[in-house]
């Protein structure tokens, strides 16, 4: 086992309990040393805010990633090495293809997070550069104005837009997207028999007729029940 595997889970969970207030306040005051000892950073800027986001979304993946490698098959690694196979190719080939769900899953943790700090990028940012939610709270000092209720609704469809996307290979078998479709039939008598006869949708469409007419029974009962 990994000798330094104590030391790291420390310092990857450290970011994760302590406030931002001092995750930023110490990210600034690192970014001083260094650009006093070796000129690097130049400033505070984009940088620098990457630096800081990537600091603390690190923490959030490397946990998403522990928890799908604590239940790891080991053995897979082991055949694959002992039929030849390099370590980089097993890595490729063999490890990133398993863990791949727990990567992705950090990368939207990470995205969502860098999305809407506010904190730590108030600390690290420079005179220059600013990102969305210190724009937003910039202009909400003054009140809300028309811009911030239209950007607001953006990022909600762009969300909602992300959610459907997740589940659109679900959705066409379910009875939610075909309510749509259904009213677009009934405009159309002849589609609607063509939709009923294919095999593709004849079977969709008549499970979304069965869950129809359960609903309605459920809704009449109900009613009689009151």
Same mark, same amino acid.
């Given at each position: 086992?990994?000798?330094? @595997? ?127 939610? &210190?724009?937003?709270?910039?202009? &909400? ?44 039939? @009934? ?5 609607? @028999? ?15 007729? @069965? ?14 029940? &009151?």
């Amino acid at each position: 086992p990994f000798k330094g @595997r104590t030391l790291l889970s420390g310092m990857t969970t450290a970011p994760l309990v302590m406030p931002e207030v001092i995750t930023g306040l110490s990210m600034l005051l690192l970014f001083i040393s260094m650009e006093q000892l070796l000129g690097w950073p130049e400033g505070r800027g984009v940088l620098t805010i990457t630096i800081a986001h990537v600091t603390f979304a690190m923490a959030y993946v490397t946990v998403v990633v522990q928890s799908q490698l604590a239940g790891f098959d080991d053995s897979l690694e082991e055949a694959a090495m002992d039929l030849g196979a390099r370590p980089a190719k097993v890595f490729f080939r063999i490890t990133l293809p398993l863990i791949a769900p727990a990567v992705g899953s950090g990368w939207l943790l990470a995205f969502t997070l860098s999305w809407d700090d506010l904190v730590i990028s108030q600390f690290v940012a420079g005179p220059g550069s600013s990102t969305l939610p &210190m724009v937003i709270f910039s202009k &909400m000092r003054l009140g809300v104005s028309p811009d911030v209720n239209a950007l607001a609704t953006i990022m909600v469809l762009i969300v909602a837009l992300g959610v459907v996307g997740a589940f659109l290979p679900v959705l066409p078998t379910t009875p939610f997207l075909l309510v749509g479709a259904a009213c677009f039939a @009934r405009a159309s008598p002849r589609l609607h @028999r063509r939709l009923a006869a294919s095999k593709t949708f004849g079977p969709t469409l008549a499970e979304w007729r @069965r869950h129809r007419a359960i609903a309605w029974r459920t809704k009449r009962y109900a009613l009689v029940l &009151m």
